[in-house]
Every structure is written in structure tokens, then in C-alpha cells.
């Protein structure tokens, strides 16, 4: 009889944000990412040492010692291409602590896109080829290969589970959404509709936002949650089942959730308790794939991702800023290949970071606060506008300097 | 003089009609008191005293500026609070308390008031000192509203209108509204357009293709430049020339569109172009000023004024003075000074999508309307409409109509 077990997985991501380009700079500075002109200095690196410090550093050193104090805990990280770039020029012992966790054998890494893009919906082979990249980038630094697979903002749909399918994954992670679920519990190992070597991990997302979201909120009817109270709700929620999937972002701790709101030591104690009962255990997700065999098919025929109250794209790509910009980014993909331009290329690339997309969306409603916290823009319209911009200005560098692409591409 | 504004601290063409038609005033030996509602030092106006009736800067007077009547709330010069200096009100009765004092000790021959904000001032002179009151108006609350606007500005503006000797307006089609709109009788209204100072134009300024880099790239590829400057209000009428750029855009794929300024309507014609999938197509700079706002119209080819009621429209001569081919809205008042140029009613988006593709496709076309109009808006001076302005006066103190 195998043990029930927390799948913990946390993704760390971090954007190349865009500055305030304007309509003068196009044609004349091709540099997009490096806010400059602020007292702070430039804008991604700020932002990256402030979360280095609140977060990937103390979160690095607190999961060491729950390894070392745990020999059953374990965890899984996603880390985005893009985070790592950044954190080898600003915060490169980020990378060392993240090597020594998976040094241990007890943190996986989880493949995604390199760029954390959107591609697989406006461009397959372009998706492939950021999938390749990361897990390229990931056995350079890391030394291990992924075998489970994530799209950006766990968005997931049967086709793409196909698609891992046959990439050779052996799992996905997905949200296990209740419309999608009905009457069935997140807490298994399923499989993706019409497929046979891939299993299926839907989050728990009512005990994974509990954390992430709710923690430190102080209207909620919970707040101040105690370790021991959040203990009790894991140990309810998987009784006569299998794992409890809590996947949420790495910088829910210290930087979505404070460092003096006790996020770090209320981890800690619930990690203590959960493992206090000697019939729970902590899996990676390939050790949750490999301990349990898919209790049932589910199939998602639409997109499902993890945000906001509508759980599907429309944070990405429900307005027509966020499609024209989109449609303009990915309509240059054969231009931008062919010029053979490293630099171009990879400058279009840190452009299909979903983040840009976001900063646009105008759902300011349920949601909308959220989306306000996480923009550099004074609106969504301004960061469309700098978006469009830099369009404009790779496009310019296709006519200008290569001599390929036409200049509507 | 009593007015709300000097560049470089307008929002728009009342601060640089008030400028030069004040300078060149003085070229007439008027002896003019220009009053502001804030504190600052113009050095290089020597040709009249300003005065600044706050401790407000500039930039504190931000949001309270000439075009936001809609913002105005509903409370009476008499009971409003002089010291809230962050309530527009306040500011108008603390403007209305200083220009009191002023015309005790400088007693005016004539005050000359622009525009509604200035009027309740223009008309406290005018109980005090007895000189009589000319009334200068360069846009009603209707061509600001788009419409009927704040009761508050239109009670104001006609109480001023009654009580002015004599009224300016900017246009034909500015007198039109206040004869009809205000009841007022056609004789005591004089009109006088509005000019441009070449002199002012040509101050060594040399265009700089790098400003709008990407632009001049794209008009060495065969593109047309289609601009406009101007502030984003319904007043304006963008949301008819965006919606005319896409249909331009259908027939005739190599037109780019400019658009320098900013205002309330920015999102909202941000999301228009994107809704109509030409968001690629124009393109957004913001509030533009010195080389930005002189290079916005060397770059472009064509000048559209799309506004739905706009009293003069100076930009018009400034666009043309950059060599533009200009295309106005009937409902715009400089046009009752140019020929050459081309016209449309501000809703015929169909009508202005012809337009812009005619002209982009057609160099002749194109080449005639702008060396056309280049000739003529030289003509257009500020010192014949200074001497206008001087005989108003003239007939104002004999108390005598022209």
C-alpha cells in the first residue's frame, strides 16, 4: 500500500518587462527590456533583486532544511528560460542554491517553454522549439532531463496532452477545475483522454490558494491560518485518496505572501505536521506518476488554465489589443527565423512571454486587482501601446538591416 | 487682458492665440495687463505686464485647465471657496478677487476677456472701472461638450455674452453658435480669425528626420504620413477619422497614421484601433511639445482636422506652414480662411477614407493642395487681425457699433 503524499510544486518565472518605449524610439533603440531612465535603474533587474531577496534566496535556504530535516520531503520546481537568464546576470547563486536542491534527488524539475510564450496556441513548431530550449538549458545547468510537462499558466487542453504524449512525457499538470471534474476529486493520478502512457495531475486549487492567495488576506474568514489548521484541511481533503497537487507560484512565498505575515514559518510547521502522521509522504510528480496508476480519463476539449475566476485564456487573450498584439508577434515568426539574427530572434522570443500579453488585460473586475499588482504599466493601454512599438521596431529591423520580411508581416 | 493661459503652460490654441494676438497688440501701442490664474515668469514677454493671480504653478493647475468645463461642479461664484485653490471654482473666484484689486489701481480703458473661464472676472471689471467690456470667445461650451454641456459654463458664457460691449468671436461659425445658441445680436459680434506668426515658425527651426525615425523609413518605402495634433475629446472627432483610417487602410495599404496628443478619449481610441485591427497602423505618441510636436508635422504628409465643432482650428496653419496637404471638417472655423484644401462633415468617416486615398494615391493631387495652401495661410496675420481687434476696442469705448 503506497503512502499518500503532497505533490508540491512551485514555478518560478520572471519576465523581460518591456519599458516605456515609445513611438520615437522605434527605428532608433533597439532595446526593449532596459528601463533605464529611473533612479532605481533598470527596471527587470531591480525587480529581480527585490525577489531574489524576498523570496528565491530565503525559500532556497528554508527548502534545504526541510531536506535535510525530511528525508520524505521532496518538491518540484519549474523555472522558466527567461528566470534563468536573468538570475545568471543579476542573482547568479540563485542557480547554486537550486542546483544543491537538486543535488538531493528529491527536486524535479518540470519542462515548460523556455520563453513561458503562448506558442502552442499560434505556433507549434515555434512552441517545440522553446519546449527543446528549456530542456536544454535545464540539463546544462542542472544535469537531469524533465519528464513531466506544464504549459504556461498550466494551461491545458486534450490536444496538448496528446502532444506530450507523444513528445515523450510521461505527465502533465493541469488545473482540476470543477466544472471540468464534476464529481470527481483532484486528489488522483488520471489520465488524458484518448491517450495511454501519460498520466494527468489537476491542482488542488482550493488548498494551493489558500496559500497562494489567501494567506495574508486579512477579510478572509480564515485569516490568521495556522499551520495546524491547514494540516487538518490537507488531511481532510485526501482522506481515502491518493495526493493532494499543490501547485502555486514560487514567489507566493515572501513575495506574494510577506515574509512577516509568517509565511515561511507557517510552511515549515505545516510541513513538520503533515509529515508527523506517519501515512503521509511528499512525491515529486514524476514520483506521483510512477507511484500511481490514473484512477480514470478526463478530458478537457477546451483550454483550461490556472487564473482568474474564468480559469481559460481570456487573461492573455480576451481583448483585441492582446489579439492584434499577438497576431502582429507571431505573423513575423518566418521573417524573424529566416534573418538568422541571434539577438533578433531572441529579442522576438522574450517578446511571446506571456506577461506582456497580461499587462493588457482589461478584465479590472473580480480579477482586476490582481492583474494592477502585477503590471509595470500605468494601464493596459500603455503597455500595448510600448508593445506595438517594439513591433514596429522589429519590423524595422527585418526591412533595415536583413533585407527580409515584409513590413506588415 | 484677462485670460487663462500662456505657452508653454496652454493645453491647446487659446494660451498661443492669446500670445500672439497680445503681442501683436503691443505692436499697436496697446499697453496691455495680462492676468493668469497661476504663478510664473515669462522672460521673454516684454511687450506686457503678466500677472498671476494665485500661488498656483503651472503644473498645479493641472486639471484645471482651459478644456475641462466638464469637470467643473456646480457651485456659484458667490459661494465658492476662494482658498481651494485645488477646485476649479476657487480658482475662478481667487482669479475673479485679484483681477478686483488690479483694475482699481491700473484702470483699464478696455478689459478683454477669453473665453468663460475669465468672464465672471471680465464682468466684476467692468461693474468696478466702467471701461467696457470685450468679450473674446474662442470656443462655446457647446463645441467643447460636443453638444449641450455643463449648465454651470453655459449660464456663465451667456451672462458674459450679455454683458460684453462687444464680442470676438474666432469664426463665422463661432458667431453662428452664439447668435443662435445664445440669443445674441449679430451686431454687437465682430469676427476675427485667428493667424499664425511666421516669424515665430521660423526661428532656426531644421527638422530632424530621427525624431520619428521609423516613420521617415516608412515613407522612403512608399508610405503616407496621415497626422493629426491635437487634444483626444469628443470635441475633436477621432473616433470618426480612426474609423476612416481603416477604411482607408482597406482600399489603400501604405498609409500610416500619427496621431500626437493626448486626453480623456486616449484608451478609448487605443482600443478602436485595435477592435478594427489597424492598431499597427497608427500610432500614439502622447502629449508632444518642441521638437516632438514642430517634427510631428514635418514627418507627415497630410494634416486631417477631424473635429466635430471646432471654433478656429490653429492647428490647421501650423500643418500647413510644415508643408502639409490638409483635409478639415466643415465644422471647423479655419476653413472659412483656406481654399486650398479639401472638406468633409466630421461624420462621414466613408467621405474621409475617399479623401486620405485620393490624395496618398495621387502626388499631383497631393503636391497642389499642399503648395496651394502653403500660400495661402501665409496671408493670414496676426497683425491685420490685431488691427481688427483694435477697432473693436475703438468702437467698444465710443460705445458705437463698426
Not at chain 2, 146 to 153: A, C, E, K, Q, W
Not at chain 2, 227 to 249: D, E, N, P, Y
Amino acid at each position: 500500500m503506497n503512502k499518500r503524499g503532497i505533490v508540491l510544486y512551485l514555478h518560478a518565472h520572471q519576465p523581460f518587462r518591456v519599458k516605456q518605449y515609445k513611438v520615437f524610439d522605434i527605428a532608433n533603440d533597439h532595446s526593449y527590456f532596459n528601463q533605464t531612465d529611473t533612479d532605481s535603474g533598470d527596471k527587470n533587474e531591480s525587480v529581480f533583486r527585490k525577489v531574489a531577496d524576498k523570496s528565491y534566496r530565503p525559500m532556497t535556504i528554508l527548502f534545504e532544511k526541510l531536506l535535510r530535516k525530511h528525508p520524505e520531503f521532496k518538491v518540484s520546481l519549474s523555472v522558466t528560460g527567461v528566470f534563468l537568464e536573468q538570475a545568471e546576470k543579476w542573482a547568479p547563486d540563485i542557480i547554486d542554491g537550486f542546483k544543491r536542491l537538486v543535488a538531493t534527488g528529491r527536486v524535479e524539475i518540470v519542462a515548460e517553454t523556455y520563453y513561458h510564450s503562448l506558442a502552442y496556441f499560434y505556433s507549434l513548431p515555434e512552441f517545440e522549439r522553446q519546449v527543446e530550449a528549456h530542456k536544454l538549458i535545464i540539463r546544462k545547468l542542472f544535469g537531469v532531463e524533465t519528464r513531466v510537462f506544464r504549459n504556461t499558466e498550466l494551461s491545458y487542453n486534450d490536444s496538448m496532452a496528446k502532444w506530450a504524449e507523444n513528445y515523450g512525457f510521461k505527465g502533465v499538470l493541469a488545473e482540476g477545475w470543477d466544472p471540468i471534474l464534476q464529481w470527481r476529486s483532484p486528489n488522483f493520478v488520471y489520465r488524458p483522454a484518448d491517450t495511454k502512457n501519460i498520466s494527468l495531475l489537476l491542482k488542488n486549487y482550493r488548498l494551493s490558494d489558500d496559500v497562494a492567495f489567501r494567506f495574508g488576506d486579512k477579510n478572509w474568514p480564515s485569516w490568521p491560518l495556522t499551520a495546524e489548521t491547514y494540516n487538518n484541511w490537507v488531511n481532510e481533503s485526501i482522506r481515502d485518496k491518493s495526493i493532494v497537487n499543490l501547485f502555486m507560484d514560487f514567489e507566493t512565498f515572501g513575495e506574494h505572501q510577506w515574509a512577516d505575515a509568517g509565511i515561511f514559518e507557517f510552511y515549515e510547521e505545516f510541513i513538520a505536521r503533515w509529515l508527523d502522521n506517519p501515512d503521509n509522504t511528499f512525491y515529486t510528480v514524476s514520483g506521483a506518476i510512477d507511484t500511481f496508476e490514473p484512477v480514470g480519463e478526463v478530458s478537457m476539449p477546451n483550454t483550461v488554465t490556472w487564473a482568474d475566476t474564468e480559469r481559460d485564456l481570456t487573461a492573455w487573450t480576451g481583448n483585441n489589443m492582446q489579439k492584434e498584439a499577438l497576431r502582429y508577434l507571431y505573423s513575423l515568426e518566418k521573417d524573424i527565423l529566416n534573418s538568422g539574427d541571434n539577438i533578433l530572434i531572441s529579442d522576438w522570443r522574450k517578446l511571446q512571454t506571456s506577461d506582456h500579453v497580461y499587462y493588457m488585460c482589461t478584465k479590472w473586475f473580480s480579477d482586476g486587482d490582481v492583474h494592477a499588482y502585477f503590471s509595470p504599466y500605468d494601464s493596459p493601454y500603455s503597455a500595448f501601446l510600448y508593445f506595438i512599438n517594439a513591433i514596429h521596431d522589429l519590423r524595422y529591423r527585418l526591412n533595415e538591416n536583413i533585407s527580409v520580411g515584409g513590413l506588415n508581416g | 487682458m484677462l485670460g487663462w493661459e500662456l505657452p508653454p503652460h496652454n493645453s491647446g490654441g487659446l494660451g498661443v492665440a492669446c500670445y500672439y494676438m497680445s503681442k501683436a497688440l503691443a505692436l499697436h501701442d496697446a499697453t496691455i495687463d495680462f492676468v493668469v490664474p497661476y504663478q510664473v515668469e515669462y522672460p521673454e514677454i516684454d511687450w506686457m505686464t503678466v500677472h498671476g493671480a494665485t500661488k498656483l504653478t503651472p503644473s498645479e493647475r493641472y486639471g484645471l485647465g482651459a478644456y475641462e468645463s466638464s469637470r467643473v461642479i456646480d457651485t456659484p461664484m458667490s459661494k465658492a471657496d476662494a482658498d481651494n485653490l485645488k477646485d476649479m471654482r476657487g480658482v475662478q473666484k481667487s482669479y475673479t478677487k485679484y483681477v478686483e484689486t488690479l483694475v482699481e489701481t491700473i484702470s483699464p480703458d478696455v478689459i478683454h476677456a477669453h473665453d468663460w473661464l475669465s468672464m465672471e472676472a471680465g464682468m466684476r471689471a467692468k461693474a468696478i472701472t466702467h471701461a467696457p467690456l470685450v468679450v473674446h470667445v474662442h470656443a462655446t461650451e457647446f463645441d467643447r461638450a460636443g453638444g449641450i454641456g455643463n449648465p454651470l459654463v453655459h449660464e456663465i458664457e451667456y451672462q458674459g455674452l450679455m454683458m460684453a460691449d462687444r464680442i470676438i468671436a474666432v469664426s463665422e461659425m463661432t458667431k453662428n453658435i452664439i447668435i443662435s445658441n445664445y440669443g445674441i445680436a449679430s451686431d454687437k459680434i465682430e469676427v476675427v480669425h485667428n493667424a499664425i506668426d511666421i516669424d515665430c515658425l521660423n526661428d532656426g527651426y531644421i527638422y530632424d528626420g530621427s525624431t520619428y525615425k521609423y516613420l521617415e523609413f516608412m515613407r522612403s518605402k512608399g508610405y503616407t504620413i496621415v497626422s493629426s495634433v491635437t487634444r483626444f475629446t469628443i470635441q475633436k472627432g477621432l473616433t470618426f477619422f480612426i474609423r476612416a483610417a481603416a477604411k482607408a487602410c482597406k482600399k489603400y495599404e501604405k498609409l500610416l497614421f500619427l496621431l500626437a496628443g493626448d486626453g480623456d478619449q486616449r484608451n478609448e481610441l487605443i482600443e478602436l484601433a485595435a477592435d478594427l485591427g489597424i492598431a499597427d497602423k497608427i500610432f500614439f505618441t502622447g502629449f508632444v511639445r518642441g521638437k516632438q510636436w514642430r517634427d510631428s508635422y514635418s514627418v507627415s504628409d497630410i494634416f486631417v482636422m477631424s473635429s466635430v465643432s471646432e471654433p478656429f482650428g490653429l492647428t490647421a496653419l501650423e500643418a500647413a506652414h510644415h508643408g502639409n496637404a490638409l483635409i478639415i471638417t466643415n465644422q471647423s472655423g479655419v476653413c472659412e480662411v483656406l481654399d486650398d484644401i479639401l472638406r468633409y462633415d466630421f461624420w462621414d468617416d466613408d467621405k474621409l477614407a475617399e479623401l486620405i486615398v485620393s490624395v496618398a494615391t495621387s502626388k499631383p493631387l497631393m503636391k497642389s493642395l499642399q503648395d496651394g495652401v502653403m500660400k495661402e495661410y501665409s496671408k493670414i496675420s496676426w497683425d491685420d487681425a490685431s488691427t481688427k481687434c483694435i477697432n473693436v476696442y475703438k468702437s467698444a469705448i465710443k460705445g458705437i457699433n463698426l
